[in-house]
């Protein structure tokens, strides 16, 4: 399996910092944000990672370089201006495969999420065997965590293990999800596009699957957040 990690946003609600540091490289306990994703993933036999960058992208390939360095193999996608999520796996699709990979974002701090348990959520067939018909598997799969506070209305509902639009109860999507390539082949490479109205349209259609995440996690969107992860 292939991880893709969304680096391309300019940060702007932690400005000033990412005047001059592109957001995914700002540290949280001594250690860029970024590098805490990528060590997860190796340390689950994930290895073949692709990342989108746009502000201050050099940078981020200086510090991490092909990814030898972690036991990783880095490859790039540059993009001139942010493409949005969903638009940057459109851009890096040829990059990626035609299997379902994980992808996740660059500034959540998520210490001791396990990767190993991406690999099989999305499956092929039902328990006993049978194929899904297209129209009827999961085109992704979705770890939520609990609402924190600056976003109580979270952002979908979970009913055994299938993502919906509406109903309680409610989860906050935590950044981190594993998706069929195929889902984004609408969207033309080049192209801005944003994930939610994406899984929004695929779950109202009973195709997104999920589960809540309830280890360490935190959505670094500000200063004041950095700063209360590095006291702790």
Not at 3 to 11: H, L, V, Y
Not at 25 to 31: F, N
Not at 179 to 193: H, K, L, N, S, T
Request: hydrophobic letters at 45%.
């Amino acid at each position: 399996m292939k991880a893709m990690i969304f680096a391309a946003g300019r940060g702007e609600r932690m400005r000033p910092l990412t005047d001059t540091c592109p957001k995914p490289l700002l540290k949280v306990r001594g250690r860029p944000l970024i590098v805490w994703q990528i060590q997860n993933l190796v340390r689950a036999g994930i290895t073949e990672i692709v990342i989108n960058h746009a502000h201050l992208g050099r940078m981020i390939e200086e510090t991490l370089g092909d990814g030898a360095k972690f036991g990783a193999s880095i490859v790039y996608s540059a993009e001139d201006t942010a493409l949005e999520t969903a638009g940057g796996v459109a851009r890096a699709r040829d990059l990626l495969g035609d299997a379902p990979f994980v992808a996740l974002a660059a500034d959540i701090f998520c210490p001791h999420f396990d990767f190993t348990q991406v690999k099989d959520t999305l499956a092929e067939a039902d328990m006993w065997g049978r194929p899904y018909p297209a129209d009827r598997r999961d085109v992704a799969w979705l770890y939520l965590v609990k609402n924190p506070a600056h976003h109580p209305q979270g952002d979908f509902a979970l009913n055994l293990y299938s993502v919906a639009n509406e109903g309680t109860p409610r989860y906050t999507f935590s950044g981190i999800g594993v998706y069929r390539p195929e889902m984004f082949d609408a969207i033309e490479a080049g192209a801005a596009a944003k994930l939610a109205p994406l899984l929004r349209e695929y779950a109202a259609h009973g195709q997104v699957g999920g589960e809540v995440y309830r280890g360490d996690w935190a959505d670094v969107g500000n200063p004041e957040r950095l700063a209360q992860l590095n006291a702790r």
